[in-house]
């Protein structure tokens, strides 16, 4: 799941929890709701983590030689 699928379920999350009135006997939309934000805000840190581990920049392990130094004097 990315960060864009992430921030949907906050959304849609927060909308269940708040903004509905809905009253079911077998589920608890305010709970579902509930659950599906703190879903959404441990995919976002899971995210942030793996995304921040990509950016390491690692040095090249073989020396680059460039066009001038392949001539010879």
């Known amino acids: 799941m990315g960060l864009g699928g992430c921030i949907i379920l906050i959304g849609a999350g927060a909308i269940l929890a708040f903004a509905t ?3 079911m006997d ?3 939309v ?4 509930w659950i599906m934000m703190i879903v959404g805000i441990i995919g ?4 942030a983590s793996i995304a921040r581990r990509r950016r390491m920049v690692v040095p090249p392990s073989t020396t680059v030689v460039s066009e001038d130094e392949r001539r010879y004097p």
């Open 21 to 23: 009135d809905w009253k």
């Open 26 to 28: 077998t589920v608890n």
């Open 30 to 33: 305010g709970l579902v709701g």
């Open 44 to 47: 976002v840190f899971a995210h």
